[in-house]
Structures are given as structure tokens and as C-alpha cells.
């Protein structure tokens, strides 16, 4: 079965700094997705960034960039130029198999300090 | 706004009675997802529909649990005799066809509180 590991239950970073959120993974598919949730405390899961596992090139979409590190099952989530709106739990999701249901992690709560 | 949306969003209800709620999701995807999330937890996977069948259940989904999505639209989530531990926030979620890439949209979450 697939897990998915986030170690870290907490973050805090400075306003305009950068931050770096863990995840791992198993898994024995070899073709699967790999997403980033944020979870503001209006509770909406909002997709922050997402991976193809078959594409070796890290995704990035403004601030937000990932390591995908495939072989060593890491998927590390990186925040740029941090701003106030960025605190919030930030979930790291699995996606695979016949009907790319998502497992989840625990969590990480992001503080932003300004 | 054509994102997925849920009702109730808040529901408090005596433990023993039946509770229903429904989502509706976004209006091209055929696939829909329940979830369930504790306090604290990520959400957790309950039940699985491409257009209207039910291709998948998880274990945590019990006999008092029933979701139906009867004409591939919306869909509904039902809990019989309600206990204080199925007191969670529960998700739906959709997601279109491999050419939208695979990525899952969830709605704002429907709530439930068993006194």
C-alpha cells in the first residue's frame, strides 16, 4: 500500500523568506502523480502544485517549486518570497493506481511571520 | 462559479439519526471522490465513482455509509444512525479525464457535528 510521510507538523518562516516542507513516499507503481494541497483554515483544499512522476523536470508555478526526487521517494515543496497569505496546513498527496485516489499526509502547519 | 459544491457546508445532528449530504462537481468531471478528515488529520479516502458507478469503497466506509451518484451527476453521502465519531468534515472532490492531468478539485467541505 501506499504511504505518505510528512515529518515536519510545524514551520515558521519570516515574511519574504524562504521555506522548505518535506514529504516522502512509497509506492512499487511506477506511474503516478504527486500534489501539493493548502488548506487555509477556511478548510478549502487548494492545489498548490502538482508532478508527474515520469517527468524529470521539477514543477514550478510562481513562488512555488518542488525537488521531485524520485528514486530516493522525496517530493519537498520550496516557498519563495513568503507572504502572510502563504500560512496555512499544507498537505502533500500521493495519486495512483486505477482511480488516482489520493492518499494524504498529516500535515504541516506553515506560520508566517511578518 | 462552476467549482465543486457542497451541502449543507454545517450539519449538527443527535447521535442516532440519518444525515445526507450532497456534492455536486465540477460539470465536466466524471470522476467523484468522498473523503473524510478529522482534526489535525489529512483527509482520508472513502468512496470512488466514475460517472455512475462505484468502482471503489474504502474499509472506513461502514454498512451505516452509503453514497449514490445516480444519473454520473451529482452526488450524495448518506450516514444511517449517526455516532459521535463519525463527527468530521466531509469532502468531495472531481477530477475530468487523464487529458486534464489527473489533477483532484475539492469543494469548501461539508461538516458534521454528532451530539
Known amino acids: 500500500a501506499q504511504t505518505v510521510t510528512q515529518s515536519q507538523p510545524e514551520m515558521s518562516v519570516q515574511e519574504a523568506e524562504t521555506v522548505t516542507l518535506s514529504c516522502t513516499y512509497d509506492t512499487s507503481e511506477s506511474d503516478y502523480y504527486l500534489f501539493w494541497y493548502k488548506q487555509p483554515p477556511s478548510r478549502q483544499m487548494i492545489l498548490v502544485i502538482r508532478q508527474e512522476a515520469y517527468k524529470q523536470q521539477n514543477a514550478t508555478e510562481n513562488r512555488f517549486s518542488v525537488n521531485f526526487q524520485k528514486a530516493a521517494k522525496s517530493f519537498s515543496l520550496k516557498i519563495s518570497d513568503s507572504q502572510l497569505g502563504d500560512a496555512a496546513m499544507y498537505f502533500c498527496a500521493y495519486g495512483g493506481g486505477a482511480t488516482n485516489k489520493l492518499i494524504f499526509g498529516t500535515g504541516t502547519l506553515l506560520a508566517v511571520q511578518p | 462559479d462552476t467549482g465543486v459544491s457542497q451541502d449543507p457546508r454545517h450539519k449538527i445532528t443527535k447521535r442516532g439519526q440519518n444525515v445526507t449530504f450532497r456534492c455536486d462537481p465540477i460539470s465536466e468531471h466524471n470522476r467523484l471522490y468522498w473523503y473524510r478528515q478529522t482534526l489535525g488529520q489529512g483527509p482520508e479516502f472513502l468512496t470512488y465513482?466514475?460517472?455512475?458507478?462505484?468502482?471503489?469503497k474504502s474499509r472506513l466506509l461502514s454498512d451505516r455509509f452509503s453514497a449514490e451518484r445516480p444519473k454520473g451527476s451529482f452526488s450524495t453521502l448518506e450516514i444511517q444512525r449517526t455516532e459521535q465519531g463519525d463527527s468530521a468534515m466531509y469532502l468531495c472532490a472531481s477530477r475530468g479525464g487523464t487529458h486534464s492531468g489527473n489533477t483532484i478539485y475539492f469543494g469548501e467541505g461539508s461538516w458534521l457535528t454528532v451530539v
Open positions: 465513482f466514475q460517472n455512475e458507478a462505484q468502482l471503489e
